[in-house]
């Protein structure tokens, strides 16, 4: 409640529109930034294409450059790939601790309701039990063939 009351008040102060104005003039300044070093280097990249072309020919310049230029494309895209198995297992790692807080903070907060009456003590340790003799159960097995852990040892 809070949170919404700092919201709300920064809202009815007019602090929200200047920080917009703030982030919105610095977009533009960041923007035209790069704009203008976009162009040095082209200008730059023009410079080592008219040296090189004086020095060994326009031909082989062209296609200097050109295969340079594919190269640096490709090792780009190469290690876009190699980072996005990891980007993956992070983004679900993730999501999957996000859901489990959800779960649980859902959980909380319906515990009260639940324990109420006896038809929700019932409802609360019916499952708990579930689980507990689940635990048990798969400690107590041995695993398979299929069982990824079946060949380590502790």
């Given at each position: 409640m809070g949170m919404l009351a700092t919201l709300i008040s920064g809202l009815a102060s007019g602090e929200t529109v200047a920080a917009m104005r703030?982030?919105?003039t610095a977009a533009v300044a960041y923007g035209l930034a790069a704009l203008t070093a976009?162009?040095?280097?082209?200008?730059?990249?023009g410079a080592a294409y008219i040296w090189a072309a004086s020095r060994y020919g326009s031909m082989a310049a062209a296609l200097g450059f050109g295969i340079?230029?594919?190269?640096?494309?490709?090792l780009i895209l190469l290690v876009y790939r190699i980072s996005a198995g990891t980007r993956a297992r992070r983004q679900a790692q993730r999501r999957n601790a996000d859901i489990k807080a959800i779960g649980i903070a859902a959980a909380l907060a319906a515990l009260p309701t639940l324990l109420k009456g006896k038809v929700g003590m019932g409802a609360v340790l019916g499952p708990a039990?579930?689980?507990?003799?689940?635990a048990i159960y798969?400690?107590?097995?041995?695993?398979?063939?299929?069982?990824?852990?079946?060949?380590s040892t502790q």
């Amino acid at each position: 409640m809070g949170m919404l009351a700092t919201l709300i008040s920064g809202l009815a102060s007019g602090e929200t529109v200047a920080a917009m104005r703030r982030a919105r003039t610095a977009a533009v300044a960041y923007g035209l930034a790069a704009l203008t070093a976009f162009c040095g280097l082209g200008f730059l990249v023009g410079a080592a294409y008219i040296w090189a072309a004086s020095r060994y020919g326009s031909m082989a310049a062209a296609l200097g450059f050109g295969i340079g230029f594919l190269l640096i494309a490709g090792l780009i895209l190469l290690v876009y790939r190699i980072s996005a198995g990891t980007r993956a297992r992070r983004q679900a790692q993730r999501r999957n601790a996000d859901i489990k807080a959800i779960g649980i903070a859902a959980a909380l907060a319906a515990l009260p309701t639940l324990l109420k009456g006896k038809v929700g003590m019932g409802a609360v340790l019916g499952p708990a039990i579930a689980l507990v003799a689940y635990a048990i159960y798969r400690e107590n097995t041995k695993p398979g063939p299929d069982d990824p852990d079946a060949g380590s040892t502790q």
